[in-house]
């Protein structure tokens, strides 16, 4: 029965010595009290009563979010800010054995590297230089904790509080130039505007001017067109007169009139002349023989 328990209680030393490391973990083991080895994923056994683990170690990357830490910018002027580190253990023997309390010597070294950063700059290139903090504060810490077996992957300012004051000033500023960039845009929305108005009156007054100049043109073609057929009109007109005339000599000369019916055709020219209004008439001299002739052919008539 002795027996028995004796082996039971070396199967429960024996199983509770067997330990499994996890992933992105890492155990510290001591023998004796002093450093022996760093067991890393997988399964590993313990001697007992003689080695112990003496810290589990987690390799993922932390954050530690740090209370806000009261600086001194190179203006004198007191601020807030709060600062937010992601870091890595890459040495779990250092992170153990390289510094007491990792994680307040961290914050205590952050909140120094940070005083004496801003210290160096101003009101102003403190609110507009986050990055070349972020950068300045980042390769320093790195370098002071790399015996402590820890990386430091990135710092951020996460606030920046000024003074109640110095943020009474800074939203006055800023409402001053929202309303200057508002007087700004105005202007040269009216300017803008003006200009326009000043190129579409332009505008309009050439096209006015190309219209009128169009229009001058058409009339004056129009009234040379006008001219061009009237003057045609006319001449086709003389032309007809003077064909007609040419037509009515040449049946004449062909008929081969006497010297009689020439006379008689004289008198009915002279009878519609005097018939018209005219107030001058011209008697030829041979006008007695004409009329002598005349009355033979009316007794002829008869």
Known sequence: MIILAIIILVLIVIVANIKIVPQAHAYVLER??????TWEVGLHFKI???EKLSAKISLKEQVM???PQPVITKDNVTMQIDTVVYFQITDPKMFIYGVSHPMSAIENLTATTLRNIIGDLELDETLTSRELVNTKMRAILDEATDPWGIKINRVE???IIPPKEIQNAMEKQMKAERERREAILKAEGEKKSAVLVAEGEKEAAILAAQ???EAAILAAEAKKEAAIREAEGQAEAILKVQTATAQGLMRLNEAAPTQE???IKSLEAFEKAADGQATKIIIP???QGIAGLAASVKEIIK
């Open 32 to 37: 004796l009290g002093a450093y022996h080895a």
């Open 48 to 50: 007992p009563f003689i």
């Open 65 to 67: 979010d740090f209370a």
């Open 157 to 159: 300012l996460k606030n």
């Open 211 to 213: 219209a009128e100049k």
């Open 261 to 263: 019916v020439l006379t």
């Open 285 to 287: 001299s041979d006008i």
